[in-house]
């Protein structure tokens, strides 16, 4: 085109600012498709109001920088950030490393679970420097392999600096007007050539959600080129565009790729994930999810902490709290988001081991698991986060390897659960379940499972959230967990009461009501640790229970603790048959028969509507125990909260029903 | 103006796969002459490991299609032939008075070859394909031959699609000033052989641009 030679000046002003915003949407356009923090994929936090969709096409609003090229592009910010030091001078080159960052293969794919989500945390809260300064500070004391598998050049040399000739094209200047319209199609290039190359394979799995990768991408931008080995640029391919003259240089990009990248990804995704598939496939938990997919929002909410979202995206949301489905350990993975990482990983790490291992004397281990129930209350509550819950959990030195993958899993997979529960007899499940569930309805399991749930139900309406969500959000955590256990115990009857005692209790409920019962309960403590029978059966259901629910309110943790305890007293055995669901009802004190009896009228009489929908979860879940375990334990556990629920709203509320009445006398006493 | 004119390399895909195939190269060329504001939208095709960029142009996506299917059944009508498609840009001569007139010229100063060898199949698998899915023949070719295939179509076409960026780059001169701010900027068209087998070519092309509209003004 015709070269304005008249105007230098300015053209050279012009230029120089093309090009300067060529650096700024270059660097823009790869790190778009390379730092998953950044990715348009992977919009979190602000970016995805602006943008959610991937590409950038999604938003509507013209940016000044948009404009620029005519490319819009998604919103970058760390990227932006970075440009803006590169304006000072254009005579230096920008060069980006992307650096494929690959953990050990042989790690434990729970240890790096909860890491990644650190790391991802990072991300969020730290893009700029992440950006310039990727991996290091994520994977601080884990062995991992970096690797430069790209390396992209944007370079802008002077003719001053570079010698008259202009490289063989044409000497001709380029007008501003000209470099502006031919940098725009190296853009495009450059947009498309990002994703053509193999490292966007990587990038694209990386941000497929729902996976855990043993790698990750990370990127470094800097002013000088730190040289490969031989053996390293041996592997490189390079491609380099065809560089534009302009009157005062000559502005190229290239980049140094790896072409062979698919060996490596498909080496560390796939031991992890056949790892992990066990846990998930058929274990009641999925289908849970399934059934509540809207849950899982209200859950996130309440805990409120960016982090602890994230995780539960990540490992699947609803079980988020407990999600550490993925990782044995649920604490770990709590540990980490909430920023407790040191004492309750250390805590918690443990009993991740144990539990695989054999099984301890069920008595030891629950009077193990209560203390140390009572202690991480105690450390943790005051700290918003729900490390509290998880650690007492976790420490469960967990006697028999049902606990223990109950515990580990118990947030995550029902599955592991139900296995605890069925304790000496797995094929018995069911029946076993069926006795405790007397028990729950009765006096103080009720209590204590409404203890439970009431922790998570403040939490959630702290968080603003609506009464029903919350009742939902409450029964989709306890469902999980809690649901197998309880449907198994309780006959479809009884998974009415509760149901319809939690909804209505939900719907009734202020934070002040749940702490008097609490209080009450922490009395009660000690004694439940003495009752070996019902301890192990309760434990594991309080205990996934309180990941999700407890952690949010501080006032009644020890009076959560005790009704745990009472719980877990109460909790018939496992190992009774359906056949004896009955006679174990009659075995078991008059008060808990009596209770739940009574929470049931009661519960059928206050809320026939709530019945309906929570009796519909209940119903599946006690069909369901016969002949599944896992799925099983967790309705039960649902019903146990469901009990629990009817029973604190009925105590709350003494005005409603004589029941109500009785079945607080009887919850009282039993506490004393 | 000269016209550019670029020979993509040749591909061999079977029947179903053409869509995909040229989804791919002709949302690529149309990309990188899309000078105006852009919202690249990336895509990841449904047959390859690829993912390529569209504009973010409706008008265009759906004359693309409809171009496709037009070839595929052309396609169809004469099996076992090596087939082209032409993407061609172009200026319009006295844009400003008679840019809508049928007098209007057009000076087309770049050409894009898509070859195409279509392997023969039996129809029965792909008689009509839908303009937004690809139709996957359930085939009773081996799996693994066919996955062989699939991979080195694959690889085929990204090295099209590199040569496409590769010829963007080199030939920048040719380009005449951008008429349109928005999305696709240059009046463009596909061109593909038609029912008789002589008719396509340059001088079709000439034939109907002297009488045709312009396809795409945005």
Sequence with gaps: ??????????????????????????????????????????????????????????????????????????????????????????????????????????????????????????????????????????????????????????????????????????????????????????????????????????????????????????????????????????????????????????????????????????????????????????????????????????????????????????????????????????????????????????????????????????????????????????????????????????????????????????????????AAKLGGSPGLPTTHMLPPSPSLKGTRPGLQIDNVRAPARPADVQTCITAQKILYAGRDEVGNLSGAKISSNSSPRISFSRSSSRLSFQDEFDGSDFACPFAVDDDDLMDLHTRPESFDGKRLLSEPLEPGGLFPIRKSQDAAVGSLVRMLKTAPPLHHDSNSFKLSRASEPENRSKSTKEAEETSDLEVKEVQNTASCSSFTSSRLLMSKTTADALEELQGYREIKELLLRQSSRSQTVANDAHVAQSVSGDTK | MNCEVCQLKELEVEHFEIREVLRCILHTIVFHRALGLVRPKDIDSELFEITYVQCGDAELEKKIEEKIDQFIGWVEKHPNKKSQICLSFYEVKNKQATWFSNKTERLYWEQWYINLNVAQQPKAHFAKSHHSKVVVDPGECALVERSVRRAALEAALREVLFQIIKFVNEKRDHIPPVPNVEGVSFPYEITIPSSSDSSFGMDVIKRMLQTGHPTMLS
Aim: with cysteine; aromatic share 8%; charged share 20%.
């Design chain 1, 1 to 418: 085109m015709a070269s304005s030679q008249s105007n230098i000046h300015s053209e050279s002003a012009k230029i120089e600012q093309i090009i300067t915003e060529f650096f700024t949407k270059s660097l823009h356009i790869i790190l778009e498709s390379r730092s998953p923090c950044v990715s348009s994929r992977n919009y979190s936090g602000e970016q995805i109001l602006s943008s959610p969709s991937s590409s950038s096409s999604s938003s509507s609003s013209v940016k000044p920088r948009d404009k620029w090229f005519n490319l819009a592009l998604r919103v970058c910010p760390s990227a932006l950030e970075n440009i803006d030091l590169w304006r000072q001078s254009n005579q230096e080159p920008m060069v980006v490393d992307v650096i494929l960052i690959q953990r050990p293969t042989d790690l434990d794919p729970v240890r790096c679970s909860p890491r990644r989500g650190l790391a991802r945390n990072y991300s969020l809260k730290e893009r700029f420097r992440n950006c310039w300064n990727p991996g290091q500070e994520e994977y601080p004391s884990e062995v991992k392999r970096e690797k430069i598998i790209e390396r992209w050049i944007v370079q802008y040399e002077s003719r001053k600096s570079r010698d008259s000739s202009s490289g063989g094209k044409r000497t001709g200047s380029t007008s501003s007007h000209s470099l502006y319209k031919k940098s725009i199609i190296l853009l495009r290039s450059l947009y498309v050539t990002v994703r053509l190359l193999p490292a966007y394979k990587l990038f694209r799995d990386l941000n497929s959600s729902g996976q855990i990768h043993t790698f990750n991408l990370d990127h470094r931008v800097c002013s000088f080129v730190e040289p490969f080995t031989r053996r390293e640029e041996a592997e490189m391919q390079q491609f380099g565009f065809m560089p534009i003259d302009t009157n005062g240089g000559r502005l190229s990009l290239s980049v140094l790729y790896h072409p062979k990248l698919s060996d490596v990804n498909l080496e560390s995704s796939t031991p992890i994930s056949t790892q992990l598939i066990p846990d998930y496939v058929g274990s009641p938990m999925t289908d849970p999810l399934k059934r509540f997919p809207s849950l899982p929002v209200t859950t996130h909410v309440s805990p409120s902490s960016a982090p602890f979202c994230r995780r539960h995206s990540w490992s699947y949301d609803l079980y988020g709290a407990s999600a550490p489905s993925a990782s044995p350990s649920p604490s770990p993975t709590y540990s980490d988001s909430r920023g407790f990482p040191s004492n309750m990983t250390s805590n918690r790490l443990p009993p991740t081991s144990s539990p695989h291992h054999p099984p301890e004397t069920p008595l030891s281990s629950n009077t193990s698991l209560a203390h140390n129930k009572n202690t991480s209350f105690d450390e943790y509550w005051p700290s918003p986060t729900f490390s509290p819950s998880p650690s007492p959990s976790p420490p469960t030195h967990v006697p028999g390897d049902h606990l223990s993958k109950a515990l580990l899993r118990s947030e995550s997979a029902p599955v592991s659960i139900s």
